[in-house]
């Protein structure tokens, strides 16, 4: 899946619990999230994704750049 340009998987660790990750540039993130849903735990891994690209570009406009 794409959310932002930015290519993300989900896919369930056992019932109830969801596995994720993604990459932007050269870190990845991954985690796992509880939810009943398919479609709550994808919200939630965009919702990450949203956060860490607002961090990246926090960063850049304070001209600290990646991994200062």
């Known amino acids: 899946m794409i959310h932002k340009g930015v290519e993300f998987s989900v896919t369930q ?38 956060r860490e690209l607002n961090n990246l570009e926090r960063r850049r406009s304070s001209g600290r750049g990646d991994g200062d």
């Open 13 to 50: 660790f056992v019932a109830g619990v969801w596995k994720w990750r993604f990459q932007i540039g050269d870190r990845v993130f991954m985690g796992k999230t509880e939810a009943k849903l398919d479609l709550l735990a994808i919200r939630r891994v965009q919702l990450r994704i949203d």
